[in-house]
């Protein structure tokens, strides 16, 4: 079956951008899924592997930036659109 390529750009909305514990929400989510993620920061066009603390992290992504997702694989669909829900509620997870 082939696999699936799906992208999007979301805006980070929460007030402290993508530090550390919302930078672990996103890699906990993404590492969900079997999709290969990568997240593109469209300011300074760092890429990044969305299952890799480091790499989210050293986006520097600040409030009000875009982020743009791709994601592939046979779950590529659910992976971009749950990803982009989180990133619209603001990052927060209250297990963490």
Same mark, same amino acid.
């Given at each position: 079956?082939? %696999? &699936? $390529?799906?992208?999007?750009?979301? =805006? !980070?909305?929460?007030? #402290?951008?993508?530090?550390? *514990?919302?930078?672990?929400?996103?890699?906990?989510?993404?590492?969900?899924?079997?999709?290969?993620?990568?997240?593109?920061?469209?300011?300074? %066009? &760092? $890429?990044?592997?969305?299952?890799? =603390? !480091?790499?989210?992290? #050293?986006?520097?992504?600040? *409030?009000?930036?875009?982020?743009?997702?791709?994601?592939?694989?046979?779950?590529?669909?659910?992976?971009?659109?749950?990803?982009?829900?989180?990133?619209? $509620?603001?990052?927060?997870?209250?297990?963490?």
């Amino acid at each position: 079956m082939k %696999k &699936k $390529k799906v992208s999007t750009t979301v =805006i !980070i909305n929460n007030r #402290s951008g993508l530090h550390a *514990r919302p930078a672990c929400v996103f890699v906990k989510e993404a590492s969900k899924y079997e999709s290969d993620i990568k997240v593109i920061n469209e300011k300074n %066009k &760092k $890429k990044a592997n969305a299952k890799s =603390i !480091i790499d989210i992290l #050293s986006l520097t992504a600040t *409030r009000g930036q875009s982020l743009e997702l791709v994601a592939e694989g046979e779950d590529a669909e659910e992976a971009v659109k749950n990803i982009q829900s989180l990133v619209e $509620k603001g990052l927060k997870n209250e297990d963490l």
